[in-house]
């Protein structure tokens, strides 16, 4: 991992570990990357993250959202109701609205049911690519909000959300926290990238 990724990844495990959430993470053998480099055309810093901090159990707890990221090995079954359906059949049409073959789930919202993914045409020099939150409307398309203007900048946003949460305690929260929360949260991100601060996903 380059250094920018291994912060972000040092800070989140180490905010786990001071709230004392359990989470389980490992390596993901060379073979399984190479297999989703050519599946899923997924780019040079998330494979490296997946090699050297595979989430094998890790979900994010904050006032306002709870994220699970997915395994290197459950990154097929990950794209299960997204970009294929049960059966196996591809769900990706190329009509306005649907699932993009560029789109690679790689976490969902275990509060919302809704996928955080990556989009790998928008790849930049660094070998990243941005990360959006999708939600499904009544008419069956998705809208799409950018989260994170990259991977790593997307683990950092969830380092800050899980830090940010520990000085609400663990009660029950109600809108005067979640409010509060989403308020205290956006300048946070607005000071390392301001464009997923003007997509408003987490305020």
Not at 15 to 35: D, H, M, N, Q, Y
Not at 121 to 147: F, H, I, M, N
Not at 179 to 201: G, Q, T, V, W, Y
Request: overall charge negative; proline content about 4%; glycine content about 8%.
């Amino acid at each position: 991992m380059d250094s920018d990724l291994r912060d972000a990844v040092g800070a989140l495990r180490a905010v786990f570990e001071r709230r004392k959430i359990e989470s389980k993470w490992g390596t993901a053998p060379a073979e399984l990357l190479t297999e989703l480099k050519t599946k899923y055309r997924v780019p040079q810093r998330y494979r490296s993250f997946l090699a050297e901090a595979n989430p094998v159990e890790v979900e994010t707890v904050t006032p306002v959202e709870k994220v699970r990221l997915i395994a290197a090995e459950k990154l097929g079954e990950g794209q299960v109701g997204y970009a294929v359906g049960e059966d196996g059949a591809s769900l990706v049409t190329g009509k306005e609205g649907d699932w993009k073959k560029s789109w690679v789930v790689v976490a969902v919202s275990t509060l919302f049911g809704d996928p955080y993914f990556l989009d790998v045409s928008k790849l930049d020099a660094e070998g990243d690519c941005p990360v959006y939150a999708g939600q499904k409307t009544e008419r069956g398309t998705w809208k799409t909000t950018l989260a994170a203007s990259s991977f790593a900048s997307f683990v950092n946003i969830l380092a800050l959300g899980m830090d940010l949460a520990s000085g609400f305690g663990e009660a029950v929260f109600d809108q005067h926290d979640d409010d509060n929360f989403r308020e205290s949260l956006e300048p946070k991100i607005k000071a390392f990238d301001p464009a997923a601060a003007r997509a408003k996903h987490w305020s």
